[in-house]
């Protein structure tokens, strides 16, 4: 080891202990990993929850989230599945029909021979409603076409995913693998790599209580106690005492990971989510500087970073109400289903599709009038337990006419139009802004991105909007600041390495939503791979302070995301002192980061440490072993699982997960590779050549594999 090397693990002790003390700072979530009121709870289902909660249990009876995924004997079937039923779009032919109330769809491609699918489950019921068929071995499909509940009519699912053009990819999206930890409550894969197969089971379908209310076994037990003897229950229990997640005590950040960990797209690590846990402990949310595939060139997000596809609660990171810990999904939304389309806790639709006054009140419970925000009409801790705000917004007289600059009961004074204008507007969906941004239609000019102004008065340009904001409210200085925002953004998309300054100092400003900062830090590191020209060797890495500074920074950003981002591309650069930085990381109090950190190392080859370092990076590896064994059906995970274990010097384990990976993709060079690696450190040259040499047949192009079958035959 180098002498620089070696002082840069000494820093590492010392920023270690440091940051484990700075850990143990951050705020504690009950039901986080291993929490005291996780404890053995199991789940019993909904019914269990009738007898203490008629009124709940009917309420949710009604809501959407029952509808999520449905067996075909309980569902409530939308589709027209009459006689002589055909769709033929996108190069596909659907063929729909229902026999002894049996339904089925037979699906071809370019005029290929039909397949024949059963229906086994519904899958939604609001908007569109899809159908599910299990195939033989276990995974359940979801069949590409879909029927649209409004318009009444069914429709191929490239005009609501973006799926790849040429309908001769019969891509097909599994149920079981892509949906799996949220359309039904407590599901498990159960994957069996022996056979192939799946064995998927749940305790029931669609949302029930205990996916939003964790598993309910200990607190039914305790309910219970305290039935037989209510002296001795408490007069205001806390969440531990129920051994539960109760919404309305937890706080805001907690309801919010609750909702999000659902309703957000995101890359899970570990399986098991309970509402109550840490998100970061289990998934990272989808970033703006996700990959962006070539079917969907738009991609999930706007260059400001609203979402432009579905209402993802990224969104709502990105205000100051999240971020100042006052908002959240429930200070607006109803858990158990409102009498109205959005489980609002008011109307806020007429009939003729118009925004009601009422509208108004789920922003006054906290607004008061403009410019002032303060608790009001007892919103609560998270909103969760709030009534909605003053509703004479229509008063000529009062500041918020002034505000908005339109009659009072016209649909231009209420607080949605403006503030919450249609930006997910693709494919058949429009949805509503949570950034409760005020217009900018700069960024109509710039990006296409819509605003309020321009979408209500459809005949003027942008432009005309801009100048009369400038003339009502004098931000044009604010607006300026989102356009150079989503410049720098936008460059970093592009691949632009000459922004790389700019995206690196937006990761560690604090002023942008979490959404923003984690983006930009996994900007940087693509960036700086870029820059370096060749993603497999740190060597050559812009390490300029102007670069390394934000990251390191970042590394300690209140939010997991950032930090995880952060930890990730500081992996790429070559400076002493991120060692130091990343090492930090293994005693980080999100899973997930905890995770990238021992990652990241391994980058660098750094396998063991001494000390309390030592012990803190063996249990993230095994920390980071977990997460890939979740992904049993997944070969490049299992590829990546070989490495570590190969890395740890675990070869029977090694050897277990490469082959593994061999059986889930035979096409992959990189676990022969890993094979032959092994082989040739047994001494085992033969072995080590065969290997090689399926690797180079698969991919003649593998970095140095020509070296290595040199090396192997030259030690034969």
């Known amino acids: 080891m180098t002498a620089p090397a070696r002082a840069a693990l000494a820093i590492a002790a010392v920023v270690f202990a440091t940051a484990f003390a700075y850990a143990q700072s951050y705020p504690s979530q009950p039901g986080g990993v291993g929490a005291p009121f996780q404890g053995d709870r199991t789940y019993v289902g909904s019914s269990a929850c009738q007898t203490c909660h008629p009124d709940e249990f009917t309420s949710w009876r009604r809501a959407l989230h029952l509808q999520m995924t449905k067996p075909i004997a309980e569902a409530r079937v939308e589709g027209d599945f009459s006689p002589g039923t055909h769709l033929e779009q996108n190069g596909r032919a659907y063929t729909m029909e229902v026999h002894d109330g049996r339904y089925a769809i037979a699906v071809s491609h370019e005029g290929r021979p039909a397949e024949k699918f059963q229906v086994d489950y519904t899958l939604g019921s609001h908007r569109f409603q899809g159908y599910l068929s299990k195939l033989p071995d276990g995974r359940i499909y979801v069949l590409p076409v879909f029927w649209h509940t409004e318009a009444k009519r069914w429709i191929d699912w490239k005009e609501i995913a973006p799926v790849p053009d040429h309908p001769t990819q019969d891509l097909r999206q599994i149920w079981n693998i892509t949906c799996v930890n949220c359309h039904a409550t407590n599901l498990a894969r159960n994957y069996n790599p ?139 939304h109803t858990m158990h289903g409102a009498e109205n389309a ?219 995301s950032v930090r995880a981002m952060a930890v990730q591309s500081l992996s790429a650069v070559v400076d002493d002192r991120t060692t130091a930085v990343i090492a930090a990381r293994l005693a980080d109090p999100a899973r997930v980061v905890r995770v990238r950190a021992a990652e990241a190392l391994l980058d660098r080859g750094i396998i063991r440490l001494d000390g309390a370092v030592g012990a803190a990076l063996g249990r993230a590896q095994d920390e980071w072993a977990e997460s890939l064994r979740t992904f049993n059906d997944d070969g490049r995970d299992q590829a990546v699982l070989g490495y570590l274990e190969m890395s740890r010097g675990r070869t029977p384990a090694a050897v277990d997960a490469l082959n593994a990976a061999i059986a889930l993709d035979p096409a992959a060079a990189r676990p022969h590779v890993y094979l032959g690696v092994i082989a040739a450190r047994a001494g085992k040259y033969d072995d080590a050549l065969k290997q090689f040499t399926t690797a180079r047949a698969l991919q003649p192009g593998y970095p140095n594999i020509d070296r290595l079958i040199d090396e192997a035959r030259s030690r034969k």
């Not at 309801?255 to 840490?278: E, M």
């Not at 432009?308 to 969104?315: G, V």
């Not at 960024?443 to 909007?465: L, S």
Request: with cysteine; charged share 20%.
């Open 194 to 332: 022996a056979t192939r197969t799946y064995a998927t089971t749940w305790t029931e379908m669609g949302i029930g209580c205990e996916a939003c209310h964790g598993p309910a076994s200990a607190h039914v037990a305790v309910a219970t106690e305290w039935d037989k003897d209510p002296l001795h229950a408490p007069t205001r229990p806390t969440i531990e005492q129920l051994k539960i997640f109760a919404p309305l005590k937890a706080d805001a950040r907690q309801n919010f990971d609750a909702c999000g960990y659902c309703h957000g797209n995101k890359n899970n690590v570990f399986f098991g989510f309970s509402p109550g846990q840490r998100y970061e402990d289990y998934a990272l949310p989808f970033l703006i500087s996700q990959p962006i595939p070539e079917n969907d060139p738009q991609g999930e997000f706007w260059p400001d970073g609203r979402p432009s596809r579905f209402n993802r609660p990224q969104a709502l990171t990105l205000t100051g109400c999240f971020q100042r810990g006052e908002a959240t999904c429930t200070s607006c």
């Open 342 to 560: 959005h489980m609002l806790k008011v109307a806020v639709e007429t009939a003729d599709g118009k925004r009601t006054r009422e509208s108004d009140t789920l922003c006054t419970q906290c607004h008061v009038r403009p410019g002032v925000t303060e608790r009001a009409a007892g919103s609560g801790r998270s909103g969760g337990s709030g009534r909605p705000g003053r509703s004479d917004t229509t008063d000529s007289s009062n500041a918020w006419s002034a505000h908005t600059h339109h009659a009072p009961a016209s649909q231009g004074s209420r607080c949605v139009e403006c503030h919450m204008s249609d930006v997910n507007w693709r494919l058949f969906t429009r949805r509503r802004d949570h950034t409760f941004q005020a217009p900018v239609p700069e960024m109509t000019a710039r990006y296409g991105v819509p605003n309020a102004c321009t979408t209500c008065h459809e005949d003027k340009a942008p432009e005309w909007a801009a100048a009369i904001m400038d003339t009502w409210y004098r931000n044009g200085e604010r607006r300026k600041a989102i356009v150079v925002v989503s410049d720098t953004i936008y460059r970093a998309g592009a691949g632009d390495v000459k922004v790389l300054p700019e995206i690196a100092r937006l990761a560690a400003d604090r002023s942008h939503g979490s959404l923003i900062r984690a983006s930009a830090a996994e900007f940087s590191g693509q960036l700086i791979a870029k820059a370096r020209g060749d993603k497999q060797s740190p060597a050559n890495t812009p390490s300029a302070a102007d670069v390394v500074n934000p990251l390191i920074g970042a590394a300690s950003d209140p939010e997991p």
